[in-house]
């Protein structure tokens, strides 16, 4: 790996390493694209399709961002803005986890529904479209249902976990299982012009409270519906929650729900916690 | 007994963002939503005066009650 390392220095300007070369010396040294973005960062030198990430980003955390493996659960409205920007963000490993294949109701939001995919299994075309934008991401595809029964052995080696499912009974699940495994799960849900996030550290019950009223079947997303703004809202929220539970940065909504009226352009934030309970609004 | 009731999301739809209204003593969040035609299953996240609550929680001259929606689309 020396003369990678040596072709990345020669051929970085500055202290970006642009894609051109990145690809160039995958091939003369027969690794892959993800490897040699890994050496490039090793030695603290920027692929430069994440330039812009600076200085939100330094590039030390690029290279614990690239190390790093997340979960999608669900690859629809939410699920395809989540994968499309965990990409582009330059998470190194992507699990998505979904059993559907495109259908016509999904194109008004669905990032990676087209017509002509209409009937392509949601997680493949995720796939596809990773190649497309971030070929140093790798992105696993897994065309199966989430469940209890399969839960743990999917998520194995996942640091974190993006909720974009649209059942209510797969949450809870989802939630203790990662609870089980000690693994943060960012949550987010949608329904019309609303929605809302908050993040479930190990050990809480995030998930529970929130849907502690819940005794089966749908929430009011079945008459709302799901508007095409609505999931890019949410999932990009659940994003900067990976971003930071990543880098250790920032406040997480650990214990708190953040909840978005995009009709009123109203933001909540309500405490979770069962006793003592503040809002951060004038509500 | 005065009650201000506060509601989220869509269930502002047809109704009001905010009201305070008299309600006979020992009404619970369940006679209010009742009242205003929403149906349980819709009801989320409840609070009075800022802590969450069940349904069969009674309410108290005064109180603030809160009402979100159920949200579980993706």
Same mark, same amino acid.
């Given at each position: 790996?020396?003369?990678?390392?040596?072709?990345?220095?020669?051929?970085?300007?500055?202290?970006?390493?642009?894609?051109?070369?990145?690809? @160039?010396?995958?091939?003369?040294?027969?690794?892959?694209?993800?490897?040699?973005? #890994?050496?490039?960062?090793?030695?603290?030198?920027?692929?430069?399709?994440?330039?812009?990430?600076?200085?939100?980003?330094? /590039?030390?955390?690029?290279?614990?961002?690239?190390?790093?493996?997340?979960?999608?659960?669900?690859?629809?409205?939410?699920? *395809?803005?989540?994968? @499309? @920007?965990?990409?582009?963000?330059?998470?190194?490993?992507?699990?998505?986890?979904?059993?559907?294949?495109?259908?016509?109701?999904?194109?008004?939001?669905?990032?990676?529904?087209?017509?002509?995919?209409?009937?392509?299994?949601?997680?493949?075309?995720?796939?596809?479209?990773?190649?497309?934008?971030?070929?140093?991401?790798?992105?696993?595809?897994?065309?199966?249902?989430?469940?209890?029964?399969? *839960?743990?052995?999917?998520?194995?080696?996942?640091?974190?976990?993006?909720? #974009?499912?649209?059942?209510?009974?797969?949450?809870?699940?989802?939630?203790?299982?990662?609870? $089980?495994?000690?693994?943060?799960?960012?949550?987010?849900?949608?329904?019309?012009?609303?929605?809302?996030? $908050?993040?479930?550290?190990?050990?809480? $019950?995030?998930?529970?409270?929130?849907?502690?009223?819940?005794?089966? *079947?749908?929430? /009011?997303?079945?008459?709302?519906?799901?508007?095409?703004?609505?999931?890019?809202?949410?999932?990009?929220?659940?994003?900067?929650? /990976?971003?930071?539970?990543?880098?250790?940065?920032?406040?997480?909504?650990?214990?708190?729900?953040?909840?978005?009226?995009?009709?009123?352009?109203?933001?909540?934030?309500?405490?979770?916690?069962?006793?003592?309970?503040?809002?951060?609004?004038?509500? | +007994?005065?009650?201000?009731?506060?509601? !989220?999301?869509? !269930?502002?739809?047809?109704?009001?963002?905010?009201?305070?209204?008299?309600?006979?003593?020992?009404?619970?969040?369940?006679?209010?939503?009742?009242?205003?035609?929403?149906?349980?299953?819709?009801?989320?996240? +409840? +609070?009075?005066?800022?802590?969450?609550?069940?349904?069969?929680?009674?309410?108290?001259?005064?109180?603030?009650?809160?009402?979100?929606?159920?949200?579980?689309?993706?």
């Amino acid at each position: 790996m020396d003369a990678l390392s040596a072709f990345i220095r020669d051929h970085s300007d500055g202290q970006l390493f642009p894609w051109a070369r990145q690809h @160039e010396a995958a091939v003369r040294f027969s690794v892959s694209v993800a490897q040699v973005e #890994a050496a490039a960062l090793q030695q603290n030198i920027l692929p430069a399709r994440y330039q812009r990430n600076r200085q939100a980003i330094s /590039v030390s955390d690029q290279f614990t961002i690239f190390s790093s493996c997340v979960a999608v659960i669900g690859c629809g409205g939410l699920g *395809g803005y989540v994968v @499309e @920007e965990l990409a582009r963000l330059g998470v190194g490993r992507i699990v998505v986890i979904d059993p559907d294949v495109f259908e016509e109701h999904n194109l008004n939001r669905q990032l990676f529904s087209t017509p002509a995919n209409l009937g392509r299994a949601k997680v493949e075309a995720a796939a596809a479209r990773v190649r497309e934008i971030n070929p140093a991401v790798t992105l696993a595809p897994i065309q199966k249902a989430f469940s209890i029964d399969n *839960g743990a052995e999917l998520l194995n080696g996942c640091q974190i976990v993006v909720d #974009a499912l649209d059942s209510i009974q797969v949450r809870l699940e989802l939630a203790e299982i990662c609870s $089980t495994m000690n693994i943060p799960l960012v949550h987010g849900a949608i329904a019309g012009w609303f929605g809302h996030v $908050t993040t479930q550290f190990p050990g809480d $019950t995030t998930l529970q409270t929130i849907y502690r009223s819940w005794k089966g *079947g749908k929430g /009011v997303e079945q008459t709302l519906g799901n508007p095409s703004f609505t999931p890019a809202v949410v999932a990009s929220i659940e994003v900067a929650e /990976v971003c930071k539970l990543l880098l250790g940065q920032g406040n997480p909504l650990r214990g708190r729900q953040l909840i978005i009226d995009l009709l009123s352009m109203e933001i909540q934030v309500i405490d979770l916690h069962e006793e003592i309970v503040t809002v951060a609004s004038e509500f | +007994m005065n009650i201000t009731v506060k509601l !989220f999301a869509s !269930f502002r739809t047809g109704r009001f963002d905010i009201e305070t209204g008299d309600y006979p003593a020992g009404t619970t969040v369940a006679d209010v939503a009742d009242s205003l035609n929403l149906p349980q299953s819709e009801l989320g996240i +409840m +609070m009075i005066n800022n802590r969450h609550v069940k349904l069969d929680r009674q309410i108290a001259e005064g109180d603030i009650l809160a009402l979100f929606p159920l949200l579980g689309g993706g």
